[in-house]
């Protein structure tokens, strides 16, 4: 009885149509995840949590789209986005460097240079390496903990489960704070100078809306979060991304090849030996080639949505949550109805001609496919530039390497969590190429 009065229902959606139909005739009620409130209240101790809201768990309103129009409109604009490549160079050669002819364990190499460069991109390029190391180690744990919290049910037991593993996901923000709270008052100590690029430095220039005093910048608290935010997302999902494309190329040794094709000729054509985002934008097969990984493996398995009580909405809190909705991405990328042979990793498909040669990474105005980036309002801004990212270190990487099949063969089994990754992290044999 308890259960059924406190849990909210749960609906699954596995159907692309019925996706579609939901985000688009609901926009509103479909505009916030689920809140913890309580739990989050009483995990952090603290009486207000909306001080520490990152773009994810901020509630759809004014304070959500200053953060998250910081990163698009300012961060992540395209002159910007250009601006990234230096650093994406730098990463992919060390990267290339760091591999060795024979079998290689993928996700180390993958996880280290995804991680440097988001940093980099975070804080600017001054941060010690053995600084780095310890925040990609804290963030390791906050994943493994993040993870832990995906099975809650709702029910009073698993809200008893539930607390502990947020206390635990919480508690980890000490350690993160230790090693992050200096680099935000080197930045802040910079504030006047003309070195100032970073996603720290934009966070310390913005001002949210408030009711009390009109504009407030962010405190320290809630740029510790919001850098957490950034630096999860950008290594990750991405890390993941590569790894299941990197699979699914050793598998398939004549798309490999395919691609590998497109990248040389590409390649030749530029000034020096990397791929401008220019370059990226017009190589229809490593595109596709994405576009079909993010289909079958999408690397955010699934999608929530808040149904809150609307009544409470309309004064501006979030209300008490009356539905959750789950959007099943992987179910929906690989739905009978809409594909054939939904399971079968065919790039071609994505090419002119082909069965989805007008769908791209967010789903359309008139149909969902997939949508690996979720979609409706709370879509995920960092599209575009997880695009080029996955473009970028992909082509770096078959230019420079074959991959085939290790004697133990490749299992694409599925772990599923907040990220879906492989079960058994990606063992390759790796070749290097003699280069055109
Ligand atoms: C392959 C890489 C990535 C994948 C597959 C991915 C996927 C997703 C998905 C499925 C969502 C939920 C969308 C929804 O609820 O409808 C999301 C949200 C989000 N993503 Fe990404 N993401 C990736 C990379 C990035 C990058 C590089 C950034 C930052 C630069 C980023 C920042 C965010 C943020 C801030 C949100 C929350 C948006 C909001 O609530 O308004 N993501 N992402």
Redesign the pocket.
């Known amino acids: 009885v308890l259960r059924r009065s406190t849990s909210p229902a749960v609906q699954l959606v596995r159907d692309p149509a019925v996706a579609h139909r939901l985000l688009n005739e609901n926009p509103d009620a479909l505009s916030n995840?689920p809140s913890a409130g309580l739990l989050t209240a009483l995990a952090t101790w603290t009486r207000r949590p909306d001080r520490t809201e990152?773009?994810?768990t901020?509630t759809y309103g004014s304070h959500?789209r200053s953060l998250?129009s910081n990163?698009t409109a300012g961060?992540?604009s395209p002159s910007r986005l250009a601006a990234l490549a230096p650093l994406q160079r730098d990463a992919a050669q060390d990267l290339v460097t760091g591999l060795s002819a024979g079998e290689v364990v993928m996700r180390e190499h993958l996880d280290r240079a995804m991680f440097t460069l988001a940093t980099r991109l975070c804080f600017g390029d001054d941060v010690e390496e053995s600084c780095v190391r310890a925040m990609q180690s804290v963030m390791d744990d906050i994943t493994q903990a993040m993870d832990d919290t995906v099975s809650f049910d709702g029910s009073t037991l698993g809200k008893v489960t539930h607390w502990r593993t947020l206390r635990r996901l919480f508690g980890l923000f000490v350690p993160l704070g230790v090693l992050v709270r200096p680099l935000i008052a080197a930045a802040r100590a910079r504030k006047n100078t003309d070195s100032r690029h970073s996603y720290v430095d934009s966070l310390i220039d913005i001002r949210i809306p408030n009711d009390v005093d009109a504009k407030r910048a962010l405190g320290d608290d809630e740029i510790l979060g919001l850098v957490a935010?950034?630096l999860a997302?950008?290594t990750g999902?991405?890390v993941?991304?590569l790894e299941w494309t990197l699979a699914n190329l050793a598998i398939q040794p004549e798309v490999q090849k395919k691609l590998r094709r497109e990248i040389d000729e590409a390649v030749a054509g530029e000034a020096n030996a990397w791929l401008s985002e220019k370059a990226l934008r017009d190589m229809p097969y490593l595109r596709a080639v994405v576009l079909e990984s993010?289909r079958v493996h999408?690397?955010?398995p699934f999608?929530?949505?808040g149904v809150h009580d609307l009544a409470a909405a309309a004064s501006g809190a979030t209300g008490r949550l009356r539905k959750r909705i789950i959007?099943m991405?992987r179910d929906i990328g690989r739905h009978g109805s809409a594909w054939t042979d939904p399971d079968q990793f065919r790039p071609e498909r994505f090419l002119p001609g082909g069965e989805a040669e007008d769908v791209g990474q967010m789903p359309g105005r008139n149909e969902i496919r997939m949508?690996?980036?979720?979609?409706?309002?709370?879509?995920?801004?960092?599209?575009n530039?997880?695009?080029l990212?996955?473009k970028f270190f992909l082509a770096a990487l078959v230019r420079h390497f074959e991959f085939a099949p290790p004697s133990c063969g490749i299992d694409l089994t599925e772990v599923g969590g907040f990220n879906n990754v492989m079960k058994k992290p990606l063992r390759v044999r790796v070749t290097p190429r003699a280069l055109p």
């Open positions: 995840r990152t773009i994810s901020s959500w998250r990163l961060f992540l935010e950034f997302t950008n999902v991405i993941a991304c993010l999408p690397p955010s999608v929530t949505r959007f991405v949508m690996p980036f979720g979609g409706g309002r709370r879509f995920c801004p960092g599209s530039m997880a695009m990212q996955a």
